[in-house]
Nanobody, 123 residues
Framework: QVQLVESGGRSVQAGESLTLSCVVSGVRFQQYVWGWFRQAPGKEREFVASIYWATSASTYYTDSVKGRFTISRDNSENTLYLQMDHLKVDDTAVYFC???????????????WGRGTQVTVST
């Protein structure tokens, strides 16, 4: 059974940067497309970014984070990352990782989720 452990979230000021990590176990990390999702207070969970294997060309981002967030993965460490720059108040949310239903898909693959990691951005 897949286990997803997100970390790295904290409270920051607008304009600052954060890097989130997601350690995956229980599945063969290399064979999946992986992605990040987030859920803001009172809102549904939404897709943020995804990556196929390790090539930077095979990445997808929701429009609101393009040019500010960078997704990457380390297949040797079974770890997914999300570098977040120029953070905005609207980025405040709990961030989760999951495998993707496919390259270019915004649908998560696994039904189970980790606890997520809280990112709070203030002015």
């Amino acid at each position: 059974q897949v286990q997803l452990v997100e970390s790295g979230g904290r409270s920051v000021q607008a304009g600052e940067s954060l890097t989130l990590s997601c350690v995956v176990s229980g599945v063969r990390f290399q064979q999946y497309v992986w992605g990040w999702f987030r859920q803001a207070p009172g809102k549904e969970r939404e897709f943020v970014a995804s990556i196929y294997w390790a090539t930077s060309a095979s990445t997808y981002y929701t429009d609101s984070v393009k040019g500010r967030f960078t997704i990457s993965r380390d297949n040797s460490e079974n770890t997914l990352y999300l570098q977040m720059d120029h953070l905005k108040v609207d980025d405040t949310a709990v961030y989760f990782c999951n495998a993707m239903a496919g390259l270019g898909s915004a649908t998560p693959y696994f039904n189970s989720w980790g606890r997520g990691t809280q990112v709070t951005v203030s002015t």
